[in-house]
């Protein structure tokens, strides 16, 4: 099996299945019971919070919660309604991801502005627009780390500076969010500027239906999820004590060799571009061929991603091609990929329909081997010049 598909979901690293495992069968006291075994899975939660926090900006707080969605509906609803007496206009850009897009399109239904930038060809956020977008009604700004179809690396730093001047000029307090889901455990934010952060566990080896938000020092946000007060009542219900762990865990993993998975993905990523580059004709690189591995690479790609448009073919059919011979790919978002149509980021990216339907996400972690990219591009490479063989026939 050849798995290409690290942007929906990651295999969990060893260790982390293994702590899951034993702490399922050893820990499993509710973490608010005063007794022993409740002050046990209470340490264990600890314990993970100060893994991720290293990871993090310091000063910040740590909320568990069960992932990006919620982590995105938390920061864009609980902004909204703690700030929804000084301002009512919500800034993001057109290439969100679906927890984010959702989210904004209920405030607009509620009675929020919202201002969606656009993107030039590449996918990179408009930054003139931005400048142009924010006044004194503006409450939030939300725009992602790293997209999850073509990996760019958004312009985030200078947009956050931006932001925070204009709050220096004008006396507001405009926050900033990202959702950092697909950036995270791959790039450092230990020197971040967000007032926000949101990351998912599945998505850099941890258990799934985990993840945390960060809040920046002095920061606070009404609750999303209310009942027994946890997560200093940030988030009530009862904590995924052995999850929690797992996310901790993956958190230390990812980052004790940050640079060596770094490389590993470049060369992986170089590899599989330049085998599909050298094998096929009228392929397009969806975003930008030049790679970044940190947050000021802005205009670059993150290498766990490669979008290919294999002109005159399905992205499809392609994909189910390769499944039989067991690789794994996507075509897009599967936060999406039950809905019709075409992909919303390649179309603000002002692709056609032509290119859209060929595309192919190939997204790639530490696990993957150059032996693989190999194999994908021979598979790959037969199953485009097959059906474009007999595409006149469709």
Same mark, same amino acid.
């Given at each position: 099996? %050849?798995?290409?598909?690290?942007?929906?979901?990651?295999?969990?690293?060893?260790?982390?299945?293994?702590?899951?495992?034993?702490?399922?069968?050893?820990?499993?006291?509710?973490?608010?019971?005063?007794?022993?075994?409740?002050?046990?899975? @209470?340490?264990?939660?600890?314990?993970?919070?100060?893994?991720?926090?290293?990871?993090?900006?310091?000063?910040?707080?740590? +909320?568990?919660?069960?992932?990006?969605?919620?982590?995105?509906?938390?920061? %864009?609803?609980?902004?909204?309604?703690?700030?929804?007496?000084?301002?009512?206009?919500?800034?993001?850009?057109?290439?969100?991801?679906?927890?984010?897009?959702?989210?904004?399109?209920?405030?607009?239904?509620?009675? /929020?502005?919202?201002?969606?930038?656009?993107?030039?060809?590449?996918?990179?956020?408009?930054?003139?627009?931005?400048?142009?977008?924010?006044?004194?009604?503006?409450?939030?700004?939300?725009?992602?780390? +790293?997209?999850?179809?073509?990996?760019? %690396?958004?312009?985030?730093?200078?947009?956050?500076?931006?932001?925070?001047?204009?709050?220096?000029?004008?006396?507001?307090?405009?926050?900033?969010?990202?959702?950092? +889901?697909?950036?995270?455990?791959?790039?450092?934010?230990?020197?971040?500027?967000?007032?926000?952060?949101?990351?998912?566990?599945?998505?850099?080896?941890?258990?799934?239906?985990?993840?945390?938000?960060?809040?920046? @020092?002095?920061?606070?946000?009404?609750?999303?999820?209310?009942?027994?007060?946890?997560?200093?009542?940030?988030? @009530?219900?009862?904590?995924?004590?052995?999850?929690?762990?797992?996310?901790?865990?993956?958190?230390?993993?990812?980052?004790?060799?940050?640079?060596?998975?770094?490389?590993?993905?470049?060369?992986?990523?170089?590899?599989?571009?330049?085998?599909?580059?050298?094998?096929?004709?009228?392929?397009?690189?969806?975003?930008?061929?030049?790679?970044?591995?940190?947050?000021?690479?802005?205009?670059?790609?993150?290498?766990?991603?490669?979008?290919? @448009?294999?002109?005159?073919?399905?992205?499809?059919?392609?994909?189910?091609?390769?499944?039989?011979?067991?690789?794994?790919?996507?075509?897009?978002?599967?936060?999406?990929?039950?809905?019709?149509?075409?992909?919303?980021?390649?179309?603000?990216?002002?692709?056609?329909?032509?290119?859209?339907?060929?595309?192919?996400?190939?997204?790639?972690?530490? /696990?993957?081997?150059?032996?693989?990219?190999?194999?994908? +591009?021979?598979?790959?490479?037969?199953?485009?010049?097959?059906?474009?063989?007999?595409?006149?026939?469709?």
């Amino acid at each position: 099996m %050849i798995y290409l598909d690290n942007s929906a979901t990651t295999r969990q690293y060893d260790e982390v299945t293994e702590l899951v495992y034993k702490l399922s069968r050893e820990a499993f006291g509710n973490p608010s019971s005063l007794h022993t075994l409740g002050l046990n899975s @209470s340490e264990i939660i600890r314990t993970a919070r100060g893994r991720v926090a290293k990871a993090l900006p310091a000063g910040g707080e740590i +909320v568990f919660n069960s992932g990006g969605t919620e982590g995105d509906n938390t920061a %864009i609803y609980g902004t909204a309604r703690k700030l929804r007496r000084r301002g009512n206009k919500v800034i993001t850009s057109k290439v969100e991801h679906p927890a984010v897009l959702e989210s904004c399109k209920r405030l607009a239904e509620d009675g /929020f502005e919202v201002c969606y930038l656009n993107v030039d060809k590449t996918g990179a956020l408009k930054l003139d627009e931005l400048e142009q977008s924010i006044d004194d009604k503006t409450i939030l700004v939300t725009l992602m780390t +790293v997209n999850n179809e073509t990996g760019m %690396i958004q312009p985030i730093v200078p947009a956050c500076e931006l932001v925070k001047n204009y709050n220096k000029e004008h006396g507001t307090k405009v926050i900033f969010h990202t959702d950092a +889901v697909q950036a995270f455990g791959k790039m450092s934010f230990r020197n971040a500027p967000f007032d926000l952060i949101t990351i998912s566990g599945h998505k850099f080896h941890a258990p799934k239906g985990v993840g945390a938000m960060y809040m920046k @020092s002095g920061l606070t946000l009404p609750a999303f999820i209310t009942g027994g007060g946890q997560e200093k009542g940030y988030r @009530s219900g009862t904590e995924n004590t052995t999850d929690i762990a797992g996310l901790g865990l993956a958190t230390e993993l990812s980052y004790a060799d940050l640079a060596g998975i770094q490389n590993k993905l470049c060369a992986l990523s170089d590899r599989l571009r330049d085998g599909l580059s050298s094998e096929l004709d009228d392929i397009m690189i969806n975003g930008t061929d030049e790679i970044g591995l940190e947050l000021d690479d802005y205009g670059k790609r993150c290498p766990s991603i490669l979008n290919v @448009s294999l002109l005159g073919t399905r992205g499809e059919v392609i994909l189910h091609t390769l499944e039989q011979d067991e690789i794994y790919v996507s075509t897009g978002s599967a936060c999406s990929s039950h809905k019709t149509g075409d992909s919303h980021v390649l179309q603000a990216m002002g692709l056609g329909h032509r290119e859209i339907e060929g595309a192919i996400r190939f997204s790639l972690s530490e /696990f993957n081997t150059l032996e693989e990219m190999d194999e994908t +591009v021979e598979k790959v490479a037969a199953a485009v010049n097959r059906f474009r063989r007999l595409g006149s026939f469709r």
